[in-house]
């Protein structure tokens, strides 16, 4: 079935900019959602259907999807974003919803 | 308040059963799909099962299909994975999810915080 793949980790000063990966074929003819999760705490909806943020969102949570790679852009990284972030899709023809492994953000 | 919450995890022996349940409020159970997701000790997320709004459509992953069977009962607002043949990779914390519309397509929006199996002699 459908394969995402993450980086396993990536790093980021407070401030700058975070920038995590979701590469699968031809990922950008599909929506993609990404996730948040800290320790010990529930998932969180961060983006859905490629760009969309929830309610409560911050907009520094970005999202694009194109070619081979969706891309969830974190702006002025903070020490509360660090987390892993998953990328998930429903791959249609084998009826599978599919997470990315995910990737640790450090701060 | 948008609610989930898991129950019916425990220890239990390779081969055994066990029915994990996921109470919802806040909101309007029947107009949503559902799933259940696990985390086994060290990994990422893995999808389980699926079931739509209405009941009438199933999805498994390979690896529980066969020996899972996810239900749900919209008149109770409730969610439920019935897991038989346990084995030790089963072992993981089960968390239910609403999604956000009828169908899988919609990502998941709701989260419980989870219900811990662990299969072991």
């Known amino acids: 079935s459908y394969v995402l793949a993450q980086t396993p980790s990536v790093s980021a000063a407070p401030g700058q900019t975070a920038r995590i990966t979701c590469g699968g074929h031809?990922?950008?003819?599909?929506?993609v959602n990404w996730y948040q999760r800290k320790p010990g705490q529930a998932p969180v909806l961060l983006i859905y259907?490629?760009?969309n943020r929830p309610s409560g969102i911050p907009e520094r949570f970005s999202g694009s999807n194109s070619g081979d790679t969706a891309t969830l852009t974190i702006s002025e990284v903070e020490a509360g974003d660090e987390a892993d972030y998953l990328c998930?899709?429903?791959?249609?023809?084998?009826?599978?919803?599919?997470f990315g492994g995910g990737t640790k953000l450090t701060v | 308040e948008v609610q989930l919450e898991e129950s019916g995890g425990g220890l239990v022996q390779p081969g055994g059963s066990l029915r994990l349940s996921c109470a919802a409020s806040?909101?309007?159970?029947?107009?949503?799909?559902m799933s259940w997701v696990r985390q086994a000790p060290g990994k990422g997320l893995e999808w389980v099962a699926h079931?739509?709004?209405?009941?009438?459509?199933?999805y498994y992953a390979d690896s529980v299909k066969g020996r899972f069977t996810i239900s749900r009962d919209n008149s109770q607002n409730t969610l439920h994975l019935q897991m038989n043949s346990l084995r030790a990779e089963d072992t993981a914390g089960f968390l239910c999810?609403?999604?956000?519309?009828?169908?899988?397509?919609?990502?998941?929006?709701?989260w419980g915080h989870g219900t811990t199996v662990t299969v072991s002699s």
């Open positions: 999810a609403k999604h956000r519309g009828a169908g899988a397509y919609y990502a998941m929006d709701v």
């Open positions: 806040g909101f309007s159970f029947s107009d949503y799909a």
């Open positions: 079931i739509t709004s209405s009941g009438d459509t199933t």
């Open positions: 031809r990922i950008g003819t599909i929506s």
């Open positions: 259907s490629d760009r």
């Open positions: 998930q899709v429903w791959d249609t023809s084998s009826a599978h919803v599919i």
